[in-house]
């Protein structure tokens, strides 16, 4: 970065030397009072540059360095000179700075993430996990393009008859507009560590994360605004009627841009540098070279003479007496496009379409203005109510004069009739429907019926299947009772089994509610071992809890002792 601005001083100087007039050696030395020339009786300039050179951002980044690249600006400036030495100068511009960052090699970063982690059963649980990501060979380039306002002092001093030095400095704000990376080189391997569990995954996209998504380029952030100084050096050569000058600029971050609301990697893939956390500050830097023009400007009217330059005013023929603005225009209070002047509702709502009288439009004639009209293309004659829609007795958002099931309970979603639907089309409503997707009947809650093979099969097996007594082991025996219940589940795909074990109430409660859990996961295992998917089973055990018989009698014991088994529907 050395080289190249020492490059550009001397180049700089020697357009300063070749600027100059070459002095008389045979000139008497004496004491010569200042005379100005007549370049620098011109106060007024409108000027135009633009220029290019080298620029970089500076990181505060622990894992790495920023390198130069190219940059460039433009401004147009207004410039007003007090005296013939001092002025300030005030407009708008634009720079482009650009920068390479090289990531040390083995440099690691970490993140928390929550990873899902499946059970046998499909359910998943979220685990807090460290996901760590090593860099190698990571080049990242980066680009940020700016407008800017500057607002800075001027100084002046003559070089010649037609020749000034001139030297600027001051403050800008920046507001960056684009700010976008470029990976040009490295890859990335990522871990995953879940201290609860106490695995780690070498391989995180396994798991369903993944941060090997890296975007090769893509747009970040910064912070909205941020300031930086300036300096601009220059020679300024008057060519005619306008002033032509090249020089030095230089600028420099008094903030930082970096915004730091991102990861530098997380699960959903690679964020870039600039927008990360993992850089405390970022501060923009620019050297190089300018070209420009600087036009004079002449004697400024005000032809309507309402207080606004012509230059200035973008109502230069404004009606004399009228109350203008600061761009000359008659005042237009509500800011509805009307001058007040003209204007019959005066205290128009900000931003609200109106018409030549600048009153609010009505497009569908109902009384209700369209600013505040949420159904602006209402039927005519159609009755609204205070917010220009149609009534909807049952709130359903289907209007009365169109639903065709204008009693709808509250909630229920509706077709574009206002009629609720009917997925499986069985007559029977989604919302009273337990399987909404399966044709069914009323009886039994919109879900098909069991058939009878299948409801008898239940029945006998419900007291049919014996244990061992005590435990959860199946007398053989009995089993016949269970085979005749998988080949229904075979027979029928579409249903879900739930097994519920019962006992009677002697003994312990807890002893009793252990052995008819396990019980029923015994009959669930035997219908596994045997095909039947276990996402299609589901077992409980109930003990005592659920008699259906008398515990003081042998025959009521027996009925509490037993195996049910309920149909759900696969949706």
């Known amino acids: 970065m050395k080289r190249y601005i020492l490059f550009i001083v001397a180049l700089l100087s020697v357009f300063g030397l070749m600027a100059q007039e070459t002095p008389n050696e045979n000139a008497p030395k004496a004491k010569v009072k200042v005379i100005y020339p007549p370049i620098m009786e011109q106060n007024k300039f409108l000027s135009l540059s633009a220029g290019g050179g080298i620029s970089t951002l500076l990181y505060d980044f622990p894992y790495g360095s920023s390198e130069m690249g190219k940059g460039g600006r433009f401004n147009i400036d207004y410039?007003?000179?007090?005296?013939?030495?001092?002025?300030?100068s005030f407009g708008l511009g634009g720079s482009k700075?650009?920068?390479?960052?090289?990531?040390?090699?083995?440099?690691?970063?970490?993140?928390?993430?929550?990873?899902?982690?499946?059970?046998?059963?499909?359910?998943?649980?979220?685990?807090?996990?460290?996901?760590?990501?090593?860099?190698?060979?990571?080049?990242?380039?980066?680009?940020?393009?700016?407008?800017?306002?500057?607002?800075?002092?001027?100084?002046?001093?003559?070089?010649?008859?037609?020749?000034?030095?001139?030297?600027?400095?001051?403050?800008?704000?920046?507001f960056p507009i684009k700010t976008s990376y470029e990976v040009t080189d490295g890859t990335t391997k990522?871990?995953?560590?879940?201290?609860?569990?106490?695995?780690?995954?070498?391989?995180?996209?396994?798991?369903?994360?993944?941060t090997s998504d890296v975007h090769s380029s893509g747009e970040t952030e910064t912070k909205l605004v941020s300031v930086s100084g300036y300096l601009d050096l220059s020679l300024v050569h008057r060519v005619g009627r306008i002033h032509l000058f090249y020089g030095l600029y230089a600028d420099y971050g008094l903030t930082s841009i970096a915004k730091k609301d991102k990861s530098f990697v997380s699960i959903d893939g690679y964020n870039g540098v600039l927008s990360s956390d993992a850089v405390e500050k970022v501060i923009p830097f620019s050297v190089g070279l300018?070209?420009?023009?600087?036009?004079?400007?002449?004697?400024?009217?005000?032809?309507?003479?309402?207080?606004?330059?012509?230059?200035?005013?973008?109502?230069?023929?404004?009606?004399?007496?009228?109350?203008?603005?600061?761009?000359?225009?008659?005042?237009?209070?509500?800011?509805?496009?009307?001058?007040?002047?003209?204007?019959?509702?005066?205290?128009?709502?900000?931003?609200?379409?109106?018409?030549?009288?600048?009153?609010?439009?009505?497009?569908?004639?109902?009384?209700?203005?369209?600013?505040?009209?949420?159904?602006?293309?209402?039927?005519?004659?159609?009755?609204?109510?205070?917010?220009?829609?149609?009534?909807?007795a049952d709130g359903d958002g289907v209007a009365d004069?169109?639903?065709?099931?204008?009693?709808?309970?509250?909630?229920?979603?509706?077709?574009?009739?206002?009629?609720?639907?009917d997925t499986d089309g069985d007559g029977i409503p989604d919302y009273l429907d337990k399987c909404p997707t399966i044709p069914g009947v009323e009886a039994n809650q919109g879900c098909p019926e069991v058939s009878e093979r299948a409801r008898?099969?239940?029945?006998?097996?419900?007291?049919?299947?014996?244990?061992?007594?005590?435990?959860?082991?199946?007398v053989r025996s009995t089993c016949h009772y269970i085979d005749k219940i998988i080949s229904?589940?075979?027979?029928?795909?579409?249903?879900?089994?739930?097994?519920?074990?019962?006992?009677?109430?002697?003994?312990?409660?807890?002893?009793?509610?252990?052995?008819s859990k396990r019980r029923a996961m015994a009959i669930v295992d035997y219908m596994v071992e045997r095909g039947i998917y276990p996402s299609r089973l589901k077992s409980f055990g109930h003990g005592g809890t659920q008699p259906i018989g008398d515990n003081k009698t042998l025959n009521g014991r027996k009925l509490n002792n037993r195996i049910e088994f309920k149909v759900e529907f696969d949706q």
């Open 456 to 474: 008898k099969a239940f029945k006998n097996a419900e007291y049919g299947i014996q244990f061992e007594p005590g435990t959860a082991n199946l």
């Open 79 to 88: 410039n007003i000179f007090f005296s013939r030495v001092c002025g300030i």
């Open 97 to 174: 700075l650009n920068s390479t960052v090289k990531v040390e090699e083995g440099s690691e970063y970490s993140t928390m993430v929550q990873i899902p982690v499946r059970d046998y059963n499909g359910k998943a649980t979220n685990y807090d996990g460290k996901c760590t990501t090593t860099f190698s060979g990571w080049t990242e380039t980066q680009s940020v393009f700016a407008l800017e306002v500057p607002v800075g002092v001027l100084f002046r001093a003559p070089m010649g008859e037609k020749t000034t030095f001139l030297a600027g400095v001051g403050a800008k704000l920046s």
């Open 488 to 515: 229904i589940m075979r027979e029928y795909p579409n249903y879900r089994l739930v097994v519920n074990g019962h006992t009677d109430a002697t003994g312990s409660m807890a002893v009793n509610l252990k052995i």
């Open 401 to 421: 004069h169109l639903d065709k099931c204008p009693n709808t309970p509250e909630g229920v979603k509706v077709d574009q009739d206002g009629c609720p639907f």
């Open 290 to 392: 300018r070209l420009g023009l600087k036009i004079p400007c002449p004697r400024l009217k005000d032809i309507d003479r309402d207080g606004v330059l012509d230059m200035f005013d973008n109502c230069p023929n404004t009606p004399a007496g009228l109350p203008v603005d600061t761009c000359g225009c008659p005042l237009d209070t509500d800011g509805d496009g009307v001058y007040d002047y003209l204007d019959r509702c005066g205290d128009t709502p900000k931003g609200v379409v109106v018409d030549t009288c600048g009153c609010p439009l009505d497009t569908d004639g109902d009384g209700v203005p369209d600013h505040i009209d949420q159904c602006p293309y209402t039927p005519k004659n159609t009755p609204v109510d205070n917010h220009g829609c149609p009534f909807d």
């Open 190 to 210: 990522s871990s995953l560590y879940v201290e609860k569990l106490d695995v780690r995954y070498d391989s995180v996209p396994s798991q369903g994360i993944t």
